[in-house]
């Protein structure tokens, strides 16, 4: 009895000093922070544009357009790499062929990754935004994420990031 009570004691402070590591940074679900949007600057919204249009073949032409705003952004570690997962609502109802590509272009910087969430768009009647909703992620591997300290997702009314 004199023996158990002490060692109870210890047990219990050492299980509660460990809510000091849910805060730090050993806690993997603290590697990247929460997700911060910006408006977008009249030289980032030209999808209309392509960027490397001279090198492109036809065989490769994308015709999805950026969808209207981008809601949610997490990026959930794995063993040898993390999933950026992204929700966005569309500007109408039935997207489909939902995708994040990656802006390689002069205005982002060295230490970002920055994707342009796009789909395929058509023409039906606006509806409630449940049935707007998208969902979309890509995978990144290690060599992917090196030196990297934030990640970008950017759609057509605004850019949210997310910092290691």
Known sequence: MRKTIPLLLMTAL?????????????NPLNWFGRAESRAVSAGEANPLLPRRALTLRPAELDNRTPVAQITGLNVERLPGGAIVRVTAVSARQGAHNVGLKPVLDETVPAD????????????????????RRINAGVKLTDQDMAGIRRIEVQGAQNILTVRR
């Open 112 to 131: 970002a990754l920055r994707f342009l969430l796009v789909a395929d768009q058509p023409g039906y009647p606006v509806g409630s935004e449940p049935t």
């Open 14 to 26: 050492v299980v509660a000093s460990c809510g000091r590591v849910a805060d730090s940074r050993f």
